[in-house]
């Protein structure tokens, strides 16, 4: 049992507050890796997931790439800090969380794809000017700070 699980038995269903990281990995073609979550069932977002006891952000952005991608990613440059009051969360179960995600850009990717049957249903390089209709709107925001981020570059 995980450090959220054990929290759920002590609190239920009660919203809590809960710190994770995601990652937008780009390709050498300016495309990012999305992935399509088994839930909510076939949502768009970028790759990522919640912290554990003791990680640091960027150990947790680690984690949980090489955990759902297979990937193994390095050289992490913060993007930025995401939370409030839109990046309310609930499970099917009745579970409530805000989610505080740490957004963090890379370039520097190596391994096999491979696709995490128990999180995801694919993944693809997407234009991230072009994302799918379905994707999370949180992630949405995410994904237009990089935009200008990237545009304040060239």
Known sequence: MGYIEELRTL???KRI???GSSVIIQNKDGFILMQ???YPHGRWSLPGGLMELGESTVE???REIFEETGLTVGNLKLLGVYSGEGYLCSAANGDEWYVV???YIT???????CVNDDES????WIDPNKLPNDTAKTHR???GDYLCTVKEKI
């Open 11 to 13: 609190i239920g269903h």
């Open 121 to 124: 249903i694919a993944f693809e």
């Open 17 to 19: 507050i809960l710190p």
């Open 141 to 143: 925001i995410i994904i």
């Open 60 to 62: 947790t952005a680690i």
């Open 36 to 38: 399509q979550r088994k």
């Open 107 to 113: 370039s520097d990717y190596k391994g096999t794809l």
């Open 101 to 103: 995600n740490t957004a």
